[in-house]
């Protein structure tokens, strides 16, 4: 090779190695001292990041016991812990997410909303609950700068309020909204045989319109409430403005466990005939985002991230060094300029096992992904 095309190649390689080194995923701090975290996610101004305890023993949730830490976020990014116990009392907490609108004069855009309970609550000797009747499962809002308890909605099996044409929640997994300001709800139908009144195990995907959320949080049963009933065991779910649609993570028990995203149409949501397959047959799925650019990226039970490739493979996400998460909950994304992100992921277990080590790892993710 001559001079001249050896300089141009070397020149080429040089503008090549700082994307290419830059081009894995990068693991920044680990934030310490959680008490089973299973959902993370940012404000919508990127100040601050909620992080959901899931309290539980051996067997079941700790009644009263789960949390939100509140971290504040500026800019690098650096998170300083602003209260490790934000909203404390809550019994089985699984997700939170913010009000993209005001709901009447009951609360403003931004408020936080968290849905929780599970009829799986261990008792003081270490065993499954036989009735949780008089625990609550549904939804309660709180003010995002001083966590003030402004609303709650019980929507269990023995609650007063009745959503008209529904099941009643059960054990609810994940939340999102849509564009419209219209809540959906997954529920795994899981322990509905632990109530006063049995109630039939039934996976389901709900929608409460945005003046049903208004007359929720009035104490009126709300009309416009919609449920998908689905096969398979709900995990997390997520909107989509790109193409209005909402994805869900699903997992088949039956046999070796598979996982699954689905997504459908916010106009379409009640034809289950409209559901579309996104990636199916894949290992086990604890949560799921959508990166800014329109990327499903998925967290696997065994602590993997994956990126569909077709209806039935997906791509490995490497690390270096290498590593996986260790029980990864449901994750927050920050935009960052230049088109990289960062992820907060909860991890139940950490490095330490059962109670102690319980950690929200903070990744960076180039602009490629």
């Not at 070397?10 to 080194?21: E, G, K, R, V, Y």
């Not at 995002?144 to 929640?169: I, N, T, Y």
């Not at 290498?322 to 992100?341: A, D, W």
Request: glycine content about 10%.
């Amino acid at each position: 090779m001559t001079t001249f095309p050896r300089l141009l190649a070397l020149a080429a390689l040089s503008a090549i190695l700082p994307f290419a080194q830059g081009a894995r995923p990068e693991v920044l701090e680990d934030l310490p001292g959680f008490d089973r975290p299973v959902s993370a996610m940012f404000s919508s101004d990127g100040k601050s990041l909620f992080v959901v305890n899931r309290s539980r023993g051996e067997v079941g949730a700790r009644r009263e016991a789960g949390s939100i830490t509140q971290y504040s976020v500026s800019e690098g990014p650096v998170f300083k812990l602003a209260s490790k116990r934000f909203v404390v009392g809550l019994t089985a907490p699984s997700d939170i997410d913010f009000l993209p609108a005001a709901l009447g004069d009951v609360a403003p855009a931004g408020t936080l909303i968290v849905v929780s309970g599970t009829p799986l609550i261990e008792t003081e000797d270490g065993r499954i609950t036989k009735d949780a009747s008089d625990d609550f499962i549904g939804l309660s809002l709180f003010d995002p700068l001083s966590g003030k308890l402004l609303g709650k909605a019980d929507l269990g099996p023995e609650s007063d309020l009745k959503m008209k044409g529904s099941l009643p929640l059960i054990s609810p997994n994940s939340i999102t909204f849509d564009k419209s300001g219209n809540l959906y709800i997954a529920d795994t139908g899981i322990g509905g045989n632990l109530f006063k009144n049995r109630v039939k195990a039934q996976p389901a995907v709900y929608r409460i319109n945005r003046a049903g959320l208004v007359d929720l949080f009035s104490g009126t049963a709300p009309m416009d409430v919609d449920v998908m009933k689905i096969s398979s065991i709900p995990g997390d779910i997520s909107y989509e403005s790109r193409d209005d649609s909402v994805y869900f993570v699903a997992n088949h028990l039956q046999g070796a466990t598979k996982g699954a995203v689905f997504k459908v149409s916010s106009d379409d949501f009640q034809d289950v005939m409209k559901i579309q397959t996104v990636c199916r047959d894949l290992t086990a799925l604890s949560s799921m985002r959508m990166t800014p650019n329109g990327k499903v990226l998925l967290a696997t039970n065994s602590g993997e991230l994956h990126v569909p490739r077709g209806k039935k493979t997906s791509r490995l996400l490497r690390f270096k060094p290498e590593m996986t998460f260790s029980s990864p909950g449901k994750y927050g994304l920050l935009e960052e300029p230049g088109g990289s992100f960062i992820m907060a992921v909860p991890e139940e277990t950490g490095d330490a096992g059962a109670g102690k080590g319980q950690r929200v790892r903070i990744v960076r993710m180039p602009p490629k992904f």
